[in-house]
């Protein structure tokens, strides 16, 4: 899936983002990240990716935090976001698809569900 699109991952755990980035650069894509809220913002303003893949629990502010400060930034308004996260989903999927979530993925994160999800809402833009 060599696409060369730019992906922004947000996620606090050092070994999980390792991991994502590691498998996403495998499969084509370009990576940066970021470990808080208030670092995503400020990556995403710098690297302007084609698609943000976030965790929920964040330090510095949840993930909803972030979503919703990238709503007010016309440059990152329409990249598309997909939620992962260990939180219960009949909770957190509602609140993720209200905030704007493209797609929702539970972690532990299946690399193979990830990159099907990516191309998915990449495809619809």
Avoid: C, H
Avoid at 43 to 60: F, N
Avoid at 82 to 92: E, F, G, L, Y
């Amino acid at each position: 899936m060599a696409t060369g699109k730019k992906i922004l991952v947000v996620e606090d755990d050092a070994d999980v983002q390792r991991g994502l980035a590691v498998w996403l650069r495998a499969s084509g894509f370009t990576t940066s990240s970021a470990r808080d809220a208030i670092e995503a913002v400020s990556v995403a303003k710098r690297e302007q990716p084609d698609l943000i893949v976030l965790d929920i629990g964040l330090p510095a502010g949840d993930g909803f935090t972030v979503m919703e400060r990238l709503k007010n930034i016309s440059d990152l308004a329409n990249v598309p976001v997909i939620v992962i996260t260990a939180r219960d989903a009949s909770r957190a999927l509602p609140d993720a698809r209200k905030a704007g979530a493209r797609a929702f993925l539970r972690k532990p994160v299946d690399g193979d569900d990830l990159l099907y999800t990516i191309a998915r809402v990449l495809a619809t833009g």
